[in-house]
Structure formats: structure tokens, C-alpha cells
């Protein structure tokens, strides 16, 4: 079996993968001293971003126990790296085979990685292929300003704090408008359609309103 050493991973849940440049510092990042790679075909990379994965039983006791946490040099069990010599993926199993986490890979990893995969025989794994993960259009970032705006909308809505939702709409549009389920409802339609530097600024003046 082939290892790979000295990698830092950002695992969320199944449904969480972010590049490395979207991690975070308050992200669960794990230094790993030592973790088994195996070299996939194209399409085993694809099936993994695309759909849940559950592997055979044999994969789980094939992987068990052999990666190292670099702190304590205590094992974790069910961890691997997969790669077809282009892009890698790190990936964490149930005790069932069901890949349960999902990790990219920092960009120095992954060149030094790809490296080694040049003496390295492909593996071809069973498995089955579950629901498709849904599609991330946006940037992580992106996402929690999103969040973040449509909570104030809706609080500010449902508590009646209509004088507050009009100078967000004002400043949002530069326009003013009275009627509240206008506003409510302009707001929310271009939230969903709107990525610039727009949604930026009514972010900030969000966290800036409840700072002061």
C-alpha cells in the first residue's frame, strides 16, 4: 500500500467541499502524518464529486486504522486519498463504507502528490453510486453573505420593523419605496439573482448596524 505524508484536510459532512482557497480558519482542519492513496480512474474522481459513494466492506478493513494524526500519532480509521494523476480527493468512510466526508486537497499536495502516482498501478474499486450531491453555483463566501442577508430580511419582516427594512432597501436600491410587501419581496427576488459588489456593501452595513 502507497501513503502519502504530511497533509493538512478541511473534512465537513458529505455534502460540503470546498477549494482550498474558500477554507477558513475556524474550519476543522486536520494535519494528517500519514494517510493510504490509491490511484483511481477518471471517472471513480467524477462519480465521488458527483454522487454519494458507498464502498464494499473490504475497502473499510483494507484502510482501517492506517492514517496518523500528526499531533498525537493516534490512528483514524477509514481514511484515503484517491487521485487519477490530475485531481485528488481525500475522503473519510463509516464503518458501513459510506463515504461520510470529502476533502480537497492544498495546492502544494496535490503537485507533490501527483508525483508519486507516476509508479503507481490504477485500483479499481467497487462501489455504489447514491443520490447526487447538489451543485454548489457559488462561492462559499458568497454563500454565508446570502444567508446571512435573507435572515436580517426575514427578521426585520416578521417583527414588524418596517423603518429599518425600508433604509435597507433604500440603501440596496437607492430608491425609496413605502409599501412593505414590496420591499420584502424585491429584496428577496434579487437576492437569489444577484452576485456583485452590491450584495457586499448591504453585508456590511448589516454587521455594521449591530455593531453599533
Not at 458507498?54 to 486504522?65: G, M, P, Q, S, T
Not at 454565508?144 to 435573507?150: A, D, F, G, Q, Y
Request: hydrophobic content about 35%; glycine content about 2%.
Amino acid at each position: 500500500m502507497y501513503y502519502y505524508y504530511d497533509i493538512l484536510l478541511n473534512f465537513g459532512n458529505d455534502n460540503e467541499l470546498y477549494s482550498f482557497y474558500e477554507w477558513e480558519k475556524d474550519d476543522a482542519l486536520e494535519f494528517i502524518k500519514k494517510i493510504p492513496l490509491f490511484r483511481v480512474s477518471t471517472e471513480t474522481i467524477l462519480d465521488h464529486l458527483q454522487y454519494q459513494i458507498k464502498y464494499e466492506k473490504d475497502i473499510v478493513e483494507l484502510i482501517k486504522n492506517k492514517a496518523v494524526i500528526k499531533s498525537s500519532n493516534s490512528t483514524l480509521e477509514n481514511l484515503m486519498v484517491i487521485s487519477d494523476n490530475k485531481n485528488a480527493l481525500a475522503l473519510e468512510l463509516d464503518e458501513n463504507g459510506k463515504v461520510i466526508s470529502r476533502s480537497n486537497l492544498l495546492l502544494n499536495d496535490e503537485e507533490n502528490l501527483l508525483e508519486m502516482l507516476v509508479a503507481m498501478n490504477e485500483t479499481n474499486f467497487n462501489y455504489k453510486k447514491g443520490k447526487k450531491y447538489k451543485n454548489r453555483c457559488e462561492l462559499r463566501q458568497i454563500e454565508k453573505i446570502k444567508r446571512l442577508i435573507e435572515c436580517e430580511i426575514n427578521t426585520l419582516y416578521e417583527s414588524k420593523n418596517y423603518s429599518k427594512l425600508r433604509y435597507l432597501y433604500y440603501e440596496w436600491f437607492n430608491k425609496s419605496k413605502t409599501d412593505i410587501e414590496k420591499i420584502y419581496f424585491d429584496m428577496k427576488n434579487s437576492l437569489h439573482k444577484e452576485c456583485n459588489e452590491n450584495l457586499q456593501k448591504i453585508y456590511n452595513f448589516i454587521k455594521m448596524s449591530y455593531n453599533k
